[in-house]
T-cell receptor, first 114, second 114 residues
Framework: QQPVQSPQAVILREGEDAVINCSSS?????VHWYRQKHGEAPVFLMI?????EQKGHDKISASFNEKKQQSSLYLTASQLSYSGTYFC???????????????FGQGTILTVHP | DSGVTQTPKHLITATGQRVTLRCSPR?????VYWYQQSLDQGLQFLIQ???????AKGNILERFSAQQFPDLHSELNLSSLELGDSALYFC?????????????FGPGTRLTVL
């Protein structure tokens, strides 16, 4: 089942902060975050694993609440280049085997104005 | 540039036809993923290969098939095409199928079925 992202869209001015949430009804093993600009391929931002490990860019942070099956992406001091659609991809832990098989949310459209 | 290449960039064909989409992963990546992105369905995982072997399957139709060759490039074959198959098809690659590895997306192939 597809994770649910909120909000669906957000409009910011440069320098403002935003939080994008991703919620799943399934127990999660990992959450991946990607950003996609119009007409381009998704670009990797963050990976968060059950147990606390994470990997990603220095200027972007995220959290993963395993009990609630939720993840949040924090965008601080936004820049024009942050505009795009943000997707979370979730992986459920099927018997302890991971394949990197991701189920993506519907996306959150972020627009940053000068 | 992610290092993943996909050809062709655009493909226009008629219903009932068959097409082949090609993907070359980043140098050193052994795992390849195929995704379909449409306006109403979002980014959907289709299938994953690792070092030539099928590893995971998503919502891939029986009319679609894929393979990964010894040189690690992959092909996605779509047959008996329908209007609803019109979409952007992405290939992604990672070092291996571990959840801790980011997926690098290619530029995509835009398929239009008339």
């Amino acid at each position: 089942q597809q994770p649910v992202q909120s909000p669906q869209a957000v409009i910011l001015r440069e320098g403002e902060d935003a939080v994008i949430n991703c919620s799943s009804s399934k127990a999660l093993y990992s959450v991946h975050w990607y950003r996609q600009k119009h007409g381009e391929a998704p670009v990797f931002l963050m990976i968060l694993l059950k147990g606390g490990e994470q990997k990603g860019h220095d200027k972007i942070s995220a959290s993963f609440n395993e009990k609630k099956q939720q993840s949040s992406l924090y965008l601080t001091a936004s820049q024009l280049s942050y505009s795009g659609t943000y997707f979370c991809g979730t992986e459920s832990n099927a018997g302890g085997t991971s394949y990197g098989k991701l189920t993506f949310g519907q996306g959150t459209i972020l627009t940053v104005h000068p | 540039d992610s290092g993943v290449t996909q050809t062709p960039k655009h493909l226009i064909t008629a219903t009932g036809q068959r097409v082949t989409l090609r993907c070359s992963p980043r140098s050193g990546d052994l795992s390849v993923y195929w995704y379909q992105q449409s306006l109403d369905q979002g980014l959907q995982f289709l299938i994953q290969y690792y070092n030539g072997e099928e590893r995971a399957k998503g919502n891939i139709l029986e009319r679609f098939s894929a393979q990964q060759f010894p040189d690690l490039h992959s092909e996605l074959n779509l047959s008996s095409l329908e209007l609803g198959d019109s979409a952007l098809y992405f290939c992604a690659s990672s070092v291996d199928p571990s959840s801790y590895n980011e997926q690098f997306f290619g530029p995509g192939t835009r398929l239009t079925v008339l």
